[in-house]
Nanobody, 127 residues
Framework: QVQLQESGGGSVQAGGSLTLSCVTS????????LGWFRQAPGKGREGVAR????????YYADSVKGRFTVSRETAKNLLLLEMNNLKPEDTGMYFC????????????????????WGQGTQVTVSS
């Protein structure tokens, strides 16, 4: 069982920045990918970014490419999401998740292959 806890959400104006953190109970060899997802009110869940735990390679949704950076601090069991030039459409609840499914390495973050989820942290961007 992997437990995840997000933090760092808040309210910012458009153009601002936030860095989200996700502490995992542990990094294990079974965690093939760690990902960030978001869900806006009335909308479905969207995969934002993920990192391949085997080689460190990131993947970003087109909507955040060039603005968001996903990284990990293995020694601290920490996953980060640096978000710059935030837009109102970035508003939503942000979740981190862990996948033990090796297929997660082959494509962007898809929720159905992620086994463990955090409770989420709210990001609100005003215009």
């Amino acid at each position: 069982q992997v437990q995840l806890q997000e933090s760092g959400g808040g309210s910012v104006q458009a153009g601002g920045s936030l860095t989200l953190s996700c502490v995992t109970s542990r990094y294990t060899s079974s965690n093939v990918c760690l990902g960030w997802f978001r869900q806006a009110p009335g909308k479905g869940r969207e995969g934002v970014a993920r990192i391949d735990m085997l080689n460190g390679s990131p993947y970003y949704a087109d909507s955040v490419k060039g603005r968001f950076t996903v990284s990990r601090e293995t020694a601290k069991n920490l996953l980060l999401l640096e978000m710059n030039n935030l837009k109102p459409e970035d508003t939503g609840m942000y979740f981190c998740a862990a996948s033990a499914d090796r297929s997660c390495r082959q494509h962007g973050p898809e929720g159905h292959v992620y086994n463990f989820w955090g409770q989420g942290t709210q990001v609100t961007v005003s215009s």
